[in-house]
Structures are given as C-alpha cells and as structure tokens.
C-alpha cells in the first residue's frame, strides 16, 4: 500500500531543544507525524518538511523539552477539584486566610469551604499553622474543612454539627483523636493518618458526575500549564470501574489531554474505616470488569488510560502514614511479611505488577523479607513492581531492590515537608533523604514524582527545585549538596524515570525519531535560570500526541477551549489551581 505521507502534521522550530536522546543532545526544530515525532534537526531540515497543511509553531528561542510524566498521582481523586480552595505556592497565611473568607462569601448555603491539602505551615512567611480563631473568623457562615498533609484537619463549628461531631452519627475512627479545650468542649482540631482524613472527606458533600468530569478538566489543565504531558493514577477513593467513568467522559467528548495510564486497588470506606483486599482486586479485574496489564481503555492515544497493575496501599494494617511531624509509623515485621506472603503470591503467580507504599526502611525490610521467599516459589521473571516514596532505604534494601528487579519512585513531599522531617528526626537525617545519589549510583529504576494532591503538592517544578537546589519551599536547606541531582538528571527522572514505570520508556521521554510527540516549550529556560527561578518554571506550549493542549501568552490562541468551570461558585474559576499571583483574583 502506498505511503500517504506527504508532510508533517506539526513542525516547531526556531527552539532549543533538550532531546534525552545521546545520538542528538540537541536539536533545534522537530516535525511530528501521526502522534510521533518523526524528525529532529535544525530548522532548515525540519522546515523542509512541511506542506500546506502543515502547521507551523515559531518557538522564539524558548527551551523546549520531552513532556513530563508524573508517576505517582492521584489524579482521579480531584473530581472534587473545582470544590478546593488551593493553598499549593500561597506565599502568607493572611493571603492563605483572605482566600477562605472570599470563597465563604460566594459558597452557597449547603456547601463548604474547603482546602484539601498540598500546602505547608513552613511555606507561608509566618512559618506557622493557622489557628481555630482565625479559621472561624475566615469562614463565619459555612461549614469549613482544611486538611494539613494527611496529619491534621481543622473544622469549624458548623462543620462539626454538619458531620454530628460528638454524636453516635460521627463514626469512631482508628487513631483519630480530637481535641478539646479545657472545659471539655471539641476545639475542631482533629489529629489522624491518611485514612482518617479520606473518610471523613467522603462525608463532605460531593459534586455530580457532570462537575466531577468538568474538576477533572480543570485539574488536568493545570497539569498541563506546568508541562506535563502523561500521569500515572496511583488509585483514588473511587476504584476501578466505577471510578474511572469520569475519564470515560473526558475521553468521549475529547477533552483528556494528558495520557493516563493507572494502577488501582479495591477500597471501601465503611463507617469503622478503610477496607483493602487484594481478592477483590483480582475478582474485579478477572471477573467484574475484566482488564489485563497493558491493557489501553483509550481508543486513540497510546497509553492513553492504560491499566498498569496493582497499588499502592498494602492495606490499613500495614500503611506506614509518612506524616513527617511525627515519628515514623513501624510495622510490626511479622504482621508484615505474613500479609505480604499470602497476597503477593497472589498477584506474582498472576503476573499482575504491583506498586507499593512504604516510606520507613524499617518497614521495606520485611516486605523484601516476604517477597524474596515469594521469588523462590514464585519467581518474578521480570515482571514489573515498585517501592513507592522510600525516604529512609538503606544500601542494604537498595541492593536487594535491585537483585529483585525492583525500582523506587520517589517524590517531593520532602520539598513540603521536609523542615518537618528535620525538626521531627533531624536536620543531618534530612539532608540525606531521600538517598537519590545512592540510588542513582545502584542503577535500578527511579522515577521523581509528586504524590499529590492530599499529601503533598501537585506543582512537579517544586519537587524538581528542590531536588536540585536542597531547599525545601521554606527556602531552608533539607537536601545536602552531595545528595543533589543535576538539572538533566532531575528532568531525567520526571520523563524517562517515570516511563518506565508504564513499560513505555522506549518510546516516551525522548525528544527522537519513533517517540510519542509529547513535549513543553518553556517560560525559562531550565537549564540557565537561577536556581530559586526554578520553582517559577511553567509551560507557554504543551503538547501531548502531536496536539496542542495547553497555551500561554503568545500561544494561548493556539490552546484549545476547556468547559466553563463547574459551578459557578468554584473557588477555581476566582483562584485556579496552583498560586499565581497575577490571576489570584480573577
């Protein structure tokens, strides 16, 4: 059959390019056919390429580079996006505290107030927490809740009559504990772990599945204001199927525009808690809604909502909550290796991959106690699994990671938390956590990821500065300078560290021939701007299977139009997403 190709859909030119490919570092122009690049070179070659129905984008000289995956996010939990008031980047805790009382002002009777993580006392320049006081005069005459990293909440009076605070209607939560004042009465300072603040967030009203798919949207544009092009979903509240509607939608109306492969663990939240089980994730996926590794739900783009495996929470019993403002949560190593023997087992002789969370080296000691003698029995042969966050492993653990045929994805809650970690286990132990040029030295996999958007910031340019600059958001040290990666390794791990974790790095993170054309042009340049510019890094072009999705001052016409948010009242239509001080206010 004869080629119809006649000239490239895309070219960009006039750019310099970071290419991750050794046979071309460099390049000055790229041409895209079909989805995939299909040329790099200078502008003279490239523009060769093009015909009449070529469309051609003059970069201006901007740094462009592959687009950036992030590996560990749980994107599908912010179908409550447009609902938050987000405090990621707010430079003050007035500014943080005027937001909250301008949201109040607009949220309709019925609704709440609400921020749900993804900020830091140590990033406001009061360095400090808000207190009940100021929360209650912000928010007077809506019930308010604001999470704080998956170690606190505050709730305001209204809230807590709204969720019948101190009545048999408010369940009893393991390890919540609440605050009282002197005389006895509830002050609205809950303290708790990861699963106590996800129950008590389904309590909250929740949008319908039309504002759910348009919060979606939303935060998938803001995704892509920050150059990422891809997102690995590391399991939301809502699982698999039922969970995934709203990307269905998304994909039906053309409006997903960063690739989103998934893992996915069946969670039940029930009035005692969370339930996790490893049978019902292989009954769902065998016998419910039938799905295998690999296997891509998205009927255009390559790993476009592609199913990735098992992860990331062992279960409530064996979660080791990584809230740096306190000691570290230790399993009990038997609990462990028993738990992990008899439902790994289960997912190796399966050949299902599996991504883990564990953050304390001496809780991933037994889980790779367990999962040696499962290789013995069971060998894993290649197949695909992973340590998720691993602040504190040991050489020991890395090698043994290693001779497993594991990888490690790390992420940039020490960016957020890390004077957290340091005042809690000290500044020397935070300099050298988590250990990225000893993992980078043993040569398995590692991705830089986020894990937002509860526990930590979703902005990847936060996690990237602070790998590369050892200053957390504070300004403080928290990486020492012999622990740091450099810019090219940095970006490295947010492209092609994080491919590998969907089996793609052969054909995703690479600016070369064959490559899926996902890639960002840049507001500044990464690998010249002063190393506390870095945070302030944005998109002006991204572009995800050869189609812009996303534009910015010169290019914003170029973008495509997104949905108006949903509802009206959303404290994003006023605030977006991440902080910008220049549209803060729109």
Request: one cysteine or more; charged letters at 25%; a negative charge.
């Given at each position: 059959?004869?080629?119809?190709?006649?000239?490239?859909?895309?070219?960009?030119?006039?750019?310099?390019?970071?290419?991750?490919?050794?046979?071309?570092?460099?390049?000055?122009?790229?041409?895209?056919?079909?989805?995939?690049?299909?040329?790099?070179?200078?502008?003279?070659?490239?523009?060769?390429?093009?015909?009449?129905?070529?469309?051609?984008?003059?970069?201006?000289?901007?740094?462009?580079?592959?687009?950036?995956?992030?590996?560990?996010?749980?994107?599908?939990?912010?179908?409550?996006?447009?609902?938050?008031?987000?405090?990621?980047?707010?430079p003050t805790l007035a500014r943080a505290l005027e937001m909250l009382h301008e949201q109040a002002e607009r949220t309709p009777e019925g609704q709440w107030v609400r921020v749900s993580g993804g900020w830091s006392p140590h990033q406001f320049e009061e360095d400090r927490l808000p207190t009940m006081e100021e929360l209650e005069r912000a928010v007077p005459n809506r019930p308010l809740h604001v999470q704080y990293a998956y170690n606190q909440a505050f709730i305001n009076a209204q809230a807590m009559e709204q969720?019948?605070?101190?009545?048999?209607?408010?369940?009893?939560?393991?390890?919540?504990?609440?605050?009282?004042?002197?005389?006895?009465?509830?002050?609205?300072?809950?303290?708790?772990?990861?699963?106590?603040?996800?129950?008590?967030?389904?309590?909250?009203?929740?949008?319908?599945?039309?504002?759910?798919?348009?919060?979606?949207?939303?935060?998938?544009?803001?995704?892509?204001?920050?150059?990422?092009?891809?997102?690995?979903?590391?399991?939301?509240?809502?699982?698999?199927?039922?969970?995934?509607?709203?990307?269905?939608?998304?994909?039906?109306?053309?409006?997903?525009?960063?690739?989103?492969?998934?893992?996915?663990?069946?969670?039940?939240?029930?009035?005692?808690?969370?339930?996790?089980?490893?049978?019902?994730?292989?009954?769902?996926?065998?016998?419910?809604?039938?799905?295998?590794?690999?296997?891509?739900?998205?009927?255009?783009?390559?790993?476009?909502?592609?199913?990735?495996?098992?992860?990331?929470?062992?279960?409530?019993?064996?979660?080791?909550?990584?809230?740096?403002?306190?000691?570290?949560?230790?399993?009990?190593?038997?609990?462990?290796?028993?738990?992990?023997?008899?439902?790994?087992?289960?997912?190796?002789?399966?050949?299902?991959?599996?991504r883990v969370h564990l953050s304390y080296n001496e809780n991933i000691t037994p889980f790779l106690d367990a999962l040696e003698k499962i290789n013995q029995q069971t060998p894993l042969d290649g197949l695909r699994w992973s340590i998720e966050h691993a602040e504190t492993i040991s050489p020991e653990n890395i090698a043994r990671v290693r001779k497993l045929g594991g990888a490690v994805a790390l992420d940039g809650k020490m960016a957020v938390h890390g004077d957290s970690f340091a005042t809690t286990y000290s500044?020397?132990?935070?300099?050298?956590?988590?250990?990225?040029?000893?993992?980078?030295?043993?040569?398995?996999?590692?991705?830089?990821?986020?894990?937002?958007?509860?526990?930590?910031?979703?902005?990847?340019?936060?996690?990237?500065?602070?790998?590369?600059?050892?200053?957390?958001?504070?300004?403080?040290?928290?990486?020492?300078?012999?622990?740091?990666?450099?810019?090219?390794?940095?970006?490295?791990?947010?492209?092609?560290?994080?491919?590998?974790?969907?089996?793609?790095?052969?054909?995703?993170?690479?600016?070369?021939?064959?490559?899926?054309?996902?890639?960002?042009?840049?507001?500044?340049?990464?690998?010249?701007?002063?190393?506390?510019?870095?945070?302030?890094?944005?998109?002006?072009?991204?572009?995800?299977?050869?189609?812009?999705?996303?534009?910015?001052?010169?290019?914003?016409?170029?973008?495509?139009?997104?949905?108006?948010?949903?509802?009206?009242?959303?404290?994003?239509?006023?605030?977006?997403?991440?902080?910008?001080?220049?549209?803060?206010?729109?």
């Amino acid at each position: 059959m004869q080629d119809t190709f006649v000239g490239a859909d895309l070219i960009v030119h006039n750019a310099r390019i970071t290419t991750q490919n050794l046979a071309q570092p460099e390049a000055a122009a790229l041409a895209v056919k079909r989805g995939r690049i299909y040329a790099v070179g200078n502008d003279a070659e490239i523009l060769s390429l093009k015909d009449q129905g070529t469309k051609v984008i003059d970069a201006g000289g901007l740094r462009l580079i592959p687009g950036l995956e992030d590996a560990h996010l749980h994107l599908l939990n912010s179908k409550f996006y447009n609902y938050e008031t987000r405090w990621d980047g707010v430079p003050t805790l007035a500014r943080a505290l005027e937001m909250l009382h301008e949201q109040a002002e607009r949220t309709p009777e019925g609704q709440w107030v609400r921020v749900s993580g993804g900020w830091s006392p140590h990033q406001f320049e009061e360095d400090r927490l808000p207190t009940m006081e100021e929360l209650e005069r912000a928010v007077p005459n809506r019930p308010l809740h604001v999470q704080y990293a998956y170690n606190q909440a505050f709730i305001n009076a209204q809230a807590m009559e709204q969720l019948g605070v101190g009545t048999s209607a408010f369940p009893d939560l393991p390890g919540m504990v609440f605050e009282k004042d002197q005389d006895g009465r509830y002050t609205g300072v809950v303290h708790g772990n990861t699963f106590t603040f996800i129950t008590i967030e389904a309590m909250l009203p929740a949008p319908g599945f039309e504002e759910q798919v348009n919060s979606l949207g939303q935060a998938i544009r803001d995704l892509n204001r920050f150059g990422v092009t891809s997102v690995i979903d590391c399991a939301s509240s809502e699982p698999y199927p039922e969970g995934h509607n709203i990307v269905g939608a998304l994909i039906k109306d053309d409006l997903l525009r960063v690739r989103l492969p998934f893992i996915d663990i069946q969670i039940a939240i029930t009035s005692s808690g969370f339930e996790i089980n490893v049978d019902d994730a292989i009954e769902t996926i065998t016998k419910k809604a039938p799905i295998s590794p690999g296997q891509n739900l998205h009927p255009r783009w390559l790993h476009g909502h592609e199913y990735e495996g098992y992860g990331e929470a062992l279960g409530p019993e064996l979660h080791d909550h990584e809230d740096f403002d306190q000691p570290a949560i230790i399993i009990d190593p038997e609990l462990m290796r028993s738990k992990v023997a008899e439902d790994f087992t289960k997912l190796v002789k399966r050949r299902i991959p599996f991504r883990v969370h564990l953050s304390y080296n001496e809780n991933i000691t037994p889980f790779l106690d367990a999962l040696e003698k499962i290789n013995q029995q069971t060998p894993l042969d290649g197949l695909r699994w992973s340590i998720e966050h691993a602040e504190t492993i040991s050489p020991e653990n890395i090698a043994r990671v290693r001779k497993l045929g594991g990888a490690v994805a790390l992420d940039g809650k020490m960016a957020v938390h890390g004077d957290s970690f340091a005042t809690t286990y000290s500044r020397e132990k935070a300099l050298q956590t988590p250990p990225f040029r000893l993992l980078l030295q043993s040569g398995i996999p590692v991705a830089l990821t986020t894990d937002g958007y509860r526990a930590s910031s979703y902005h990847p340019w936060t996690a990237i500065s602070w790998a590369v600059t050892g200053k957390s958001v504070s300004g403080s040290e928290v990486l020492g300078s012999d622990n740091r990666l450099s810019r090219a390794e940095a970006l490295k791990l947010f492209t092609l560290g994080a491919a590998w974790f969907e089996n793609s790095e052969h054909e995703k993170g690479r600016i070369a021939p064959g490559n899926l054309a996902d890639f960002a042009v840049l507001n500044a340049d990464y690998f010249s701007v002063p190393d506390d510019e870095i945070r302030g890094i944005s998109s002006v072009l991204t572009v995800v299977d050869g189609r812009v999705v996303f534009g910015d001052g010169d290019y914003r016409d170029l973008a495509p139009e997104l949905p108006e948010v949903m509802p009206a009242w959303s404290p994003v239509k006023y605030f977006g997403g991440y902080y910008d001080a220049s549209s803060s206010s729109r």
